[in-house]
C-alpha cells in the first residue's frame, strides 16, 4: 500500500496507523509510514495525512514523534472533546520545536460517536491547527445503535451536525467512506448526498472510488460558467444591490456562492 500510495490522484491520501493495523504490528508500521515520508516529493497527492492511534491508546504519543516532521496533517481519531484535540496539539508543538520544523503540522478531528457529536462545537473551536472535522460512519453507528453503517435517511441530522460545526469554526466539512468497495453506484449515490448536503469532499476506501469522487465534488463546466457570468454582473452593475441574470435574481449571497465554486474549480 505505501509503494502505491504516491501515485493516487486524490486531494488527500491517509496513511493510517490505526483500525487497519493489528496490535502487534503497531510499531512496525509506524516505522514504515516515517520511512515513506520522508521524502514529500515523491507523493502526487498535495496533502498526504496519517490517522494516528487514539488518544486513550498506549501508542500515540509514539506515533505523533514519528510523524510530526512528515506529515501535513494528523487525523485523530475517535475525537470526543476539545481536550483530545489540544493534547495532540501540543505534542505536534513540541515535536515541531525539537526538531526545528520548518511548517506546522495540522490536525483533523474523526467524529465517530455519540460524545464527539454532543461535543462537535468545541471540538471545532479547539485549535488553531484544526483544519476538517470528518464523519466516521462506521462506528458512529455502533456508538448510536444503528442496526448498520449504511447509507439511509438517518444519516442526514448527523451529516448538518458535522457540517454546522466545521462551517462556524471556518472548518472543512468531510463525509465518511461509503463501505461497499464493489458497489460504484452506491458509492457514487452517497458521495452526492453529501455533496448536495454542502460538504467539502468525502473518504475513498479504494483507489477505484477516488475518480468518481473527484467527479462528484468538482464543479462542472456549467456550473463554473454560471459562476463567472454571476461575478462578471454584479462587477458590471457594483452601484446595484442586486441585478437580474437570465431571469434570475443575483445578489451579494450570489457572489459568494460564486465564488466559493470557483475556489473548488481551482483547487481541482
Not at 502505491?4 to 496513511?15: H, N, R, S, T, Y
Not at 486513550?56 to 516532521?69: G, K, M, P, Q, R
Not at 520544523?101 to 457529536?117: K, M, V
Not at 457514487?188 to 475518480?211: M, N, T, Y
Amino acid at each position: 500500500m505505501l509503494d502505491k500510495g504516491p501515485g493516487f490522484a486524490a486531494d488527500e491520501v491517509i496513511l493510517d496507523l490505526e483500525d487497519s493495523v493489528p496490535a502487534e504490528l503497531k510499531e512496525e508500521a509506524r516505522a514504515a509510514v516515517a520511512d515513506a515520508l520522508r521524502d514529500r516529493t515523491a507523493w502526487a497527492a498535495p496533502t498526504v495525512a496519517v490517522r494516528i492511534n487514539a488518544v486513550t491508546t498506549e501508542w500515540y504519543e509514539a506515533d505523533l514523534a514519528a510523524v510530526a516532521s512528515g506529515a501535513d496533517c494528523v487525523i485523530v481519531p475517535k475525537a470526543e472533546s476539545a481536550a483530545d484535540v489540544v493534547g495532540v496539539a501540543r505534542l505536534l508543538e513540541d515535536a515541531e520545536r525539537a526538531g526545528s520544523a520548518s511548517r506546522t503540522t495540522g490536525i483533523e478531528a474523526l467524529i465517530e460517536s455519540a460524545r464527539g457529536l454532543r461535543n462537535l462545537h468545541e471540538i471545532a473551536e479547539s485549535s488553531e491547527r484544526l483544519e476538517a472535522l470528518i464523519l466516521g460512519p462506521a462506528d458512529m453507528s455502533v456508538s448510536l445503535g444503528f442496526p448498520s453503517p449504511d447509507e439511509g435517511p438517518r444519516w442526514a441530522p448527523i451529516r448538518i451536525s458535522v457540517l454546522v460545526a466545521a462551517r462556524a469554526a471556518g472548518l472543512q466539512a468531510i463525509d465518511g467512506p461509503f463501505l461497499q468497495v464493489a458497489d460504484a453506484d452506491g458509492a457514487r449515490a452517497s458521495a452526492a448526498i453529501a455533496r448536495e448536503l454542502g460538504f467539502d469532499g468525502k473518504w475513498a476506501l479504494h483507489p477505484s472510488q477516488v475518480e468518481s469522487l473527484n467527479g462528484t465534488f468538482a464543479p462542472g463546466t456549467a456550473e463554473v460558467a454560471q459562476a463567472e457570468a454571476i461575478l462578471a454582473t454584479l462587477a458590471g452593475e457594483a452601484s446595484r444591490g442586486a441585478v437580474m441574470l437570465d431571469g434570475e435574481m443575483i445578489d451579494e449571497a450570489s457572489r459568494k456562492r460564486a465564488e466559493q465554486i470557483l475556489a473548488r474549480a481551482g483547487g481541482g
